[in-house]
């Protein structure tokens, strides 16, 4: 019954993100363009190290590459995979939670806070984030073998089986590579509580030290695979950092009214308060961890948030700065521990004190699916997902950014114009001068997008391409003056060098705009040194 209640509350309130689409924002990078996603058999060596990813994590790409297959590359399949993935972790944290000890009633009533909590928005709406929600039923599933093999009835091979789950909840996210060691702390919990070990605990430890073992490994080779593969370089980082980041996600948790896709980095936009709740959230943890050495049933859940949290906390420099996705298995420890805490405190009072505290559970309940529901349809993407974040951080270039390129996604590059030009007057970034030109190019900007890819090839990250696509907008549009003949000059020299010499392939139905256009800028002067910001889509008119 306590399962049907799950799954029901969370079809209904997270059934219509089925009919969401993709969003721009990561899911057509690692999704509708990663070739082993979409192509999985042609590279059986790139299914099994996933470089496209920049992480080791061929569970989850195994697994979108079927997501896509079923509904042949549309969204429906791997939105229903989330909610099925969702409803499934509900039902086996409340199973976790009866394992360790605490009464069906208050089992529940902590799954179900989970579950409706609306910090589980974003990995069940964003499908991108099935890598979460895979992680998070793994290293459960495994939890659930490992206390089995350290109990007084062990299951023969259940220690075997935690480990190859905590393999596969690792190979699915490299942020359960700690799993191991909240094994390791519910046995020393046990130890220090006296409890007589079991001829089990042997199989127990060598599960929880092998888990361990294997976390490190994998943790160190997606973290090569980031950083070097990707070439992804940290993020500023400070020892202040992880605490800001801790108290944003904390005020999260606490406060989940109008949570976004994105928050600026805490060292751009430092605050006092995000400060304040990190070092409180720091403090309760390590109040909570001595307090809890010796309560093996209370010491886990714990464990299992911290060990799935650090990974993610900016303890170590890290491209990403937060996401509210990596809260899932933190905030379901957390409530596993809050239920077992309410109900020895329940039964510590009378029965009338009992039933007076359903009341506020039913009040949180209410308000946090209330929350949920009305947060979820931002989820459809568009203006409807962006435009709550540039509004509530306006200086935040990598929002209007990414507003520009949903705008592109969406298939109305027209309107992605001005979340560009917003974002280049904020932070001139080189690396999007090469996407900008070619936004304005298909908006049929063509002054603007002659300008913006010359600056593009002067101060991109990617001039050749920067050059091929000035080439292909000038020959396209034949018909079209260029505004910079000595530059324009130039690049199609260099350009045509290139071609007649078989090192470009060069479209032949772009061979008599490109001839004529070389013929136009023939005696055109050489051009002068391009100065930053020389285009007026660059500038803050």
């Not at 994590?57 to 079923?70: C, D, K, M, S």
């Not at 292909?472 to 260099?494: E, H, I, K, M, T």
Request: charged share 15%.
């Amino acid at each position: 019954m306590c399962w049907l209640s799950l799954v029901f509350c969370v079809i209904a309130l997270f059934g219509r993100v089925v009919w969401h689409p993709f969003i721009a924002f990561d899911d057509a990078e690692f999704i509708l363009r990663n070739p082993q996603v979409t192509r999985p058999t042609s590279s059986i060596l790139d299914l099994l190290l996933t470089p496209k990813t920049g992480y080791v994590i061929p569970v989850t790409v195994a697994f979108e590459a079927l997501l896509y297959g079923i509904s042949r590359g549309q969204a429906w399949s791997f939105h229903a995979a989330a909610v099925a993935l969702h409803a499934l972790f509900a039902c086996q944290l409340w199973a976790l939670s009866r394992r360790l000890g605490t009464g069906w009633r208050w089992a529940l009533a902590g799954a179900l806070l989970f579950a409706v909590h609306p910090l589980v928005l974003q990995p069940v709406a964003w499908a991108i984030c099935i890598k979460d929600l895979l992680m998070a039923n793994l290293a459960i599933a495994g939890t659930h073998a490992f206390v089995t093999s350290a109990g007084d009835a062990p299951r023969r091979g259940a220690g075997v089986l935690a480990v190859a789950l905590a393999l596969l909840a690792m190979l699915a996210k490299p942020s359960a590579a700690l799993l191991g060691f909240a094994w390791l702390a519910y046995l020393l919990a046990r130890r220090l509580a006296g409890s007589p070990p079991p001829k089990a605990a042997r199989t127990a430890l060598g599960a929880a030290v092998a888990t361990a073992l294997l976390g490190a490994l994998i943790g160190a080779a997606s973290r090569y695979a980031h950083d070097m593969l990707l070439d992804d370089a940290a993020a500023p980082w400070s020892p202040w950092k992880p605490i800001e980041v801790l108290g944003r996600q904390l005020g999260h948790v606490l406060w989940p009214v109008d949570l976004l896709i994105v928050y600026p980095d805490p060292l751009i936009e430092p605050a006092a308060l995000l400060a304040a709740l990190g070092f409180a959230a720091v403090l309760l943890a390590g109040y909570a961890l001595v307090r809890l050495r010796t309560s093996p049933a209370l010491l886990l859940p714990l464990a299992l948030a911290l060990a799935t949290y650090v990974p993610t906390s900016n303890l170590l420099p890290f491209a990403r700065t937060m996401s509210d996705s990596y809260m899932y298995v933190p905030l379901a420890g957390v409530t596993v521990l809050i239920a077992a805490v309410a109900e020895t405190w329940a039964a510590a009072h009378s029965t009338t004190v009992q039933r007076l505290a359903a009341a506020p559970v039913l009040l949180a309940l209410l308000a946090l699916a209330a929350s949920t529901s009305a947060q979820l349809p931002r989820w459809r993407g568009g203006s409807a997902l962006w435009e709550p974040v540039v509004r509530r951080h306006p200086g935040l270039a990598t929002a209007h950014r990414l507003m520009g390129d949903e705008m592109v996604f969406r298939g109305r590059p027209d309107l992605a114009v001005e979340p560009y030009r917003r974002a280049f007057v904020l932070d001139y970034d080189g690396r999007f001068l090469l996407e900008y030109g070619t936004v304005l190019s298909i908006a049929g900007r063509l002054a603007d997008a002659e300008c913006v890819l010359i600056e593009a090839v002067a101060f991109g990250s990617n001039s050749g391409y920067a050059v091929y696509n000035y080439a292909a907008l000038l020959a396209f549009n034949a018909d079209y003056v260029s505004r910079y003949p000595g530059a324009a000059r130039q690049l199609l020299g260099r350009l045509d060098t290139l071609r007649t010499a078989g090192k470009m392939q060069w479209p032949s139905a772009l061979e008599p705009g490109l001839k004529r256009q070389l013929e136009r800028v023939r005696d055109a002067a050489p051009p002068p040194s391009w100065p930053r910001r020389n285009c007026r889509m660059l500038r803050r008119e």
